[in-house]
């Protein structure tokens, strides 16, 4: 959700900032803009609605050159989207701001800037940073001292980048509540929101925290943290190439993700089994002398990550035997909480910057949690930062939107949990050496799944003209419905919902007609002639049935149920098989729709606001 991008170096900057924007372009906006400070010590300023080629097609016909410059790109919260709310924003030509987050206080500091005699140009919360930070300096303040007076007054979340007429060969920058990296190079220095911006610049970062304020220039990095104390912070070295986050021969990144997914399996198994055993060392020490005490697990996390929760709820409780509570993050936050003893808190997030998710997590701790455990794909992100023990799932750089491989390796650090919680609550061990030779075999029956494309294709022709789907699934598979509803939603606009196949007859079978197409999972399980039953009263009433069955299973292709089996999959690891179809499905639907597929419309990838 937005991106920032910020250079000070010796070479004219424009080319990186735009890269930069270019790589940031999968965290969803709808504006852009960049400026730069020029050789006549101006700053000029451009900015389009739309994709970053607008903005190229402009700079293009307009030039900015410089050596310091900041670049953003927009998703719209105050203010709808049009070239006046995009960022960079001035004051009196003297101060450029870019901003991600939201600022609560906006309303009350744009009245008393506006006595002041400052005009706002937009109806961002953004412009009154910049109107801020001016003020100060016109009152004889360094812009130092004017960035933190004034970052001293903000309310709500942020991470901003500055550049000032006054100090024309050095960058700023300060976070609170929202991601913000210093990349740092040779004889030049960067910012950015996501160190995806900068892998062609540099492979050093230094990841800022809550409260802190960086000056940049070309020789050096100076970080001053809350207190106004100048600070080191730790210098990261990522091991992220240019190649890692480049689409390839796919047709889209959403496609190249699906297809990473067995090796992305395999990376988060990596190391962690061995000798039909999860090793001790996969959660750390610190987890593993908390998890002796757990009682309860709470897990809390938003979309995607939500529905790998409920999944985990399942096997927690049918294979671990331990109470688990799976809520949205948004909503734990807002009400209150009874801490039942011994509980473990575990937060699930792809980025590990998903707002609501962070404010839970530092709502667990206040509440008194045991332990806190990340499950997450950013190794430096805040959420693991802020955790007291982490599991990465190793899934690699995730570009497209809709979320494929974070889903499938986020279910199996799950797994790898759960059988860690239920080892120490009674589970035998000749049957964690069962799900742990499950484990082992996912990443090749992921690959039975995939095969499945070409036929799957040839079903997306037939949600060419629909406008509405339903998903059914039962038991562990209910929560993979969902996650099939919220993909076809996501990136095809179709209006998708998923049901406990078993709620059928208490309402949804109202909506069923020839044009709604019904999917289903049907693993070969105890709940198979359940679903059958289930599936049968759609069926009777003249709905067109998309079935996913497993190899095994007893069921039969008739007039208006299309079959497609899935090689025969044990129960335990189903629910991330049958993730894989419904995946391939979405995609395909989209593709017949022509929507963005990796960039859908209203939608970003790191959702790092409320």
């Not at 910020?6 to 940031?24: C, F, K, N, Q, Y």
């Not at 997306?460 to 993909?487: C, I, N, S, T, W």
Request: proline letters at 4%; hydrophobic letters at 40%.
């Amino acid at each position: 959700m937005c991106g920032i991008v910020g250079a000070v170096a010796h070479r004219i900057i424009t080319p990186v900032l735009i890269e930069g924007l270019r790589r940031l372009e999968y965290r969803g906006y709808d504006s852009a803009g960049i400026a730069v400070i020029s050789a006549n010590n101006e700053i000029d300023r451009i900015r389009s609605l739309g994709k970053i080629r607008e903005l190229e097609k402009l700079l293009a016909k307009m030039p900015v050159a410089g050596k310091v410059g900041i670049a953003h790109t927009r998703w719209a919260t105050h203010g709808v989207p049009a070239e006046r709310n995009a960022h960079p924003h001035l004051s009196r030509n003297a101060v450029a701001v870019v901003h991600n987050g939201i600022i609560e206080n906006h309303n009350e500091l744009r009245k008393s800037l506006e006595q002041q005699g400052f005009e706002f140009t937009s109806e961002t919360d953004t412009e009154v940073i910049a109107h801020q930070i001016q003020y100060f300096i016109e009152q004889g303040h360094a812009i130092l001292d004017a960035i933190r007076k004034t970052t001293n007054m903000l309310e709500g979340a942020y991470a901003i980048g500055v550049i000032n007429t006054g100090n024309p060969n050095t960058l700023y920058a300060a976070r609170h509540g929202s991601p913000l990296v210093v990349g740092l190079g040779d004889s030049e220095n960067f910012i950015a929101s996501d160190i995806f911006a900068l892998v062609g610049e540099t492979k050093r970062f230094i990841f800022l925290e809550d409260g802190d304020i960086a000056v940049l220039n070309t020789e050096n990095v100076h970080v001053f943290d809350k207190d106004d104390h100048q600070v080191e912070r730790e210098v990261n070295e990522t091991k992220l190439s240019a190649d890692s986050v480049e689409r390839g021969h796919y047709r889209h990144y959403m496609q190249k993700e699906i297809h990473e997914q067995p090796v992305a399996v395999e990376k988060c198994l990596d190391g962690r089994i061995h000798a039909g055993k999860i090793l001790p060392a996969t959660f750390g020490l610190k987890a593993e002398q908390a998890f002796d005490s757990i009682k309860a697990v709470q897990i809390v996390a938003c979309g995607t990550s939500y529905h790998a929760g409920m999944v985990a709820r399942y096997w927690m409780e049918d294979i671990a035997g331990i109470p688990c509570n799976v809520e949205v993050a948004s909503e734990f936050r807002y009400r209150r909480n009874v801490v039942a003893p011994n509980t473990l808190f575990v937060t699930i997030s792809q980025s590990g910057e998903t707002a609501d998710t962070l404010a839970a997590l530092k709502e667990a701790k206040k509440l008194g949690y045991v332990h806190t455990l990340a499950i997450c794909n950013v190794p430096e992100s805040s959420i693991v930062r802020e955790s007291d023990s982490n599991l990465m799932t190793r899934a690699g750089p995730e570009i497209g939107v809709a979320s494929t491989k974070a889903f499938t390796t986020q279910l199996t650090a799950l797994l790898l949990l759960v059988v860690a919680l239920g080892r120490r609550n009674g589970l035998a061990p000749e049957e964690e050496l069962r799900i742990v030779d499950e484990l082992r075999r996912l990443p090749n029956q992921i690959r039975h799944a995939l095969r499945l494309e070409n036929e799957i294709e040839r079903w997306a022709e037939l949600f060419g003209d629909k406008e509405h789907a339903l998903f059914l699934g039962r038991g562990a598979q209910y929560p993979v419905a969902m996650e099939g509803a919220l993909k076809l939603k996501e990136i095809s606009y179709i209006h998708a919902e998923a049901y406990p196949a078993g709620e059928l007859k208490h309402g949804p079978l109202a909506l069923i007609d020839s044009q709604m197409p019904v999917i289903s999972v049907a693993p070969n399980n105890d709940l198979l002639e359940k679903l059958k039953s289930n599936l049968q009263e759609v069926h009777a009433r003249g709905g067109q049935l998309f079935v996913f069955a497993d190899a095994g299973a007893s069921m039969e292709s008739v007039p208006n149920v299309k079959l497609l089996r899935v090689a025969a999959t044990q129960e335990v690891i189903a629910p991330i098989v049958y993730t894989i179809p419904l995946q391939l499905l979405a995609y395909h639907v989209a593709l017949i729709k022509g929507t963005d597929v990796d960039q859908p419309r209203n939608l970003a990838k790191s959702v790092t606001v409320e």
